[in-house]
DNA sequence: CTTACCGCCTGTCGGC
DNA sequence: TGCCGACAGGCGGTAA
């Protein structure tokens, strides 16, 4: 599933074939996602150039001078650039198509994706409530220190949270806590700012690492050209109930917190 | 304000 | 081997 570095790989793969393309024409084939994609939106993106393709947590903007598309991957969507003539698949629900031949492809299996119109996407009400972004200045362990401050909810739901911080899926939480050494049902106000400093910085590289190398692979995700994502990172926790911790031996162990999967080293997090 | 839970979907996996 | 039900999963919306 597209967590941040898989969005940014995207994003960074489709840029060269969208900024400072004019869109010709949209086809909407299936506008049934997570919410109808608008009618508007076809008539109001046709014959606009894409002047910048921005990343926002988990979502892309395709800015125009009329507005700008908002995009959301969820669970199994990508974005690939195909050629014109290339058919489109079952689940190939929208195509922008530029001038200059190419189109840019939204596939999404489950729909869980969305792709919106906004006049002015900073004041949307998918964004505008959206914490720091994790790899830019202002997360740090003092910020999430500060903002854990009394809260007794599971540090891994804290760290999940978008409020608190955008783009840690539920793989990267899990990954992050365990290198850090935190024990991801913890009381998010009882972990110390030294602790959080950690946490920040073990955020910060697992996803920079990931995107370095291009995002992981995790079921339907592909990069913009088609190949699957080249970070077969070692997942440290990750899916690994049972199977000894790469650094201690201990047997990871699985459990639902904060509504989710979780998986953490019973000797390395506490 | 917080927290829990629902629902949107389909591919995959486990059980029989 | 084949079928089928359960489940996963991001995340906004809503109820409590």
Same mark, same amino acid.
């Given at each position: 599933?597209?967590?941040?570095?898989?969005?940014?790989?995207?994003?960074?793969?489709?840029?060269?074939?969208?900024? +400072?393309?004019? @869109?010709? *024409? #949209?086809?909407? %084939?299936?506008?049934? &996602?997570?919410?109808?994609?608008?009618?508007?939106? =076809?008539?109001?993106?046709? +014959?606009?150039? @894409?002047? *910048? #393709?921005?990343? %926002?947590?988990?979502? &892309?903007?395709?800015?125009?001078?009329?507005?700008? =598309?908002?995009?959301?991957? +969820?669970?199994?969507?990508?974005?690939?650039?195909? %050629?014109?003539?290339?058919?489109?698949?079952?689940?190939?629900?929208?195509?922008?198509?530029?001038?200059? +031949?190419?189109?840019?492809?939204?596939?999404?299996? %489950?729909?869980?994706?969305?792709?919106?119109?906004?006049?002015?996407?900073?004041?949307?009400?998918?964004?505008?409530?959206?914490?720091?972004?994790?790899?830019?200045?202002?997360?740090?362990?003092?910020?999430?220190?500060?903002?854990?401050?009394?809260?007794?909810?599971?540090?891994?739901?804290?760290?999940?949270?978008?409020?608190?911080?955008?783009?840690?899926?539920?793989?990267?939480?899990?990954?992050?806590?365990?290198?850090?050494?935190?024990?991801?049902?913890?009381?998010?106000?009882?972990?110390?700012?030294?602790?959080?400093?950690?946490?920040?910085?073990?955020?910060?590289?697992?996803?920079?690492?990931?995107?370095?190398?291009?995002?992981?692979?995790?079921?339907?995700?592909?990069?913009?050209?088609?190949?699957?994502?080249?970070?077969?990172?070692?997942?440290?926790?990750?899916?690994?109930?049972?199977?000894?911790?790469?650094?201690?031996?201990?047997?990871?162990?699985?459990?639902?917190?904060?509504?989710?999967?979780?998986?953490?080293?019973?000797?390395?997090?506490?």
């Amino acid at each position: 599933m597209p967590e941040l570095p898989e969005v940014e790989t995207t994003r960074r793969g489709i840029q060269p074939w969208v900024e +400072g393309h004019r @869109v010709e *024409r #949209v086809v909407v %084939r299936e506008p049934r &996602l997570r919410w109808r994609v608008p009618p508007r939106l =076809a008539r109001e993106l046709s +014959g606009e150039v @894409v002047h *910048r #393709v921005e990343r %926002r947590a988990k979502y &892309l903007l395709l800015h125009t001078d009329a507005g700008s =598309a908002l995009l959301h991957l +969820g669970m199994s969507g990508s974005l690939r650039i195909v %050629r014109d003539d290339q058919p489109a698949g079952t689940h190939d629900h929208v195509d922008l198509i530029f001038e200059q +031949g190419h189109r840019l492809r939204l596939r999404d299996p %489950r729909r869980f994706g969305c792709l919106l119109w906004s006049r002015a996407p900073t004041r949307h009400r998918l964004l505008r409530s959206l914490g720091p972004e994790p790899l830019e200045p202002g997360f740090d362990g003092a910020y999430l220190r500060q903002r854990s401050h009394k809260k007794t909810a599971p540090v891994k739901a804290f760290l999940m949270d978008a409020k608190v911080v955008v783009g840690v899926g539920n793989i990267y939480a899990s990954e992050a806590l365990h290198r850090a050494g935190i024990h991801p049902s913890r009381a998010a106000g009882r972990v110390s700012e030294r602790r959080y400093q950690g946490l920040a910085q073990s955020v910060r590289d697992i996803l920079s690492e990931a995107i370095a190398a291009g995002g992981t692979t995790l079921r339907d995700y592909v990069q913009s050209g088609g190949e699957p994502g080249g970070y077969s990172i070692q997942l440290d926790v990750y899916g690994r109930q049972g199977e000894p911790c790469h650094y201690c031996g201990a047997l990871i162990r699985r459990a639902v917190c904060g509504q989710r999967s979780t998986f953490w080293c019973p000797h390395c997090q506490r």
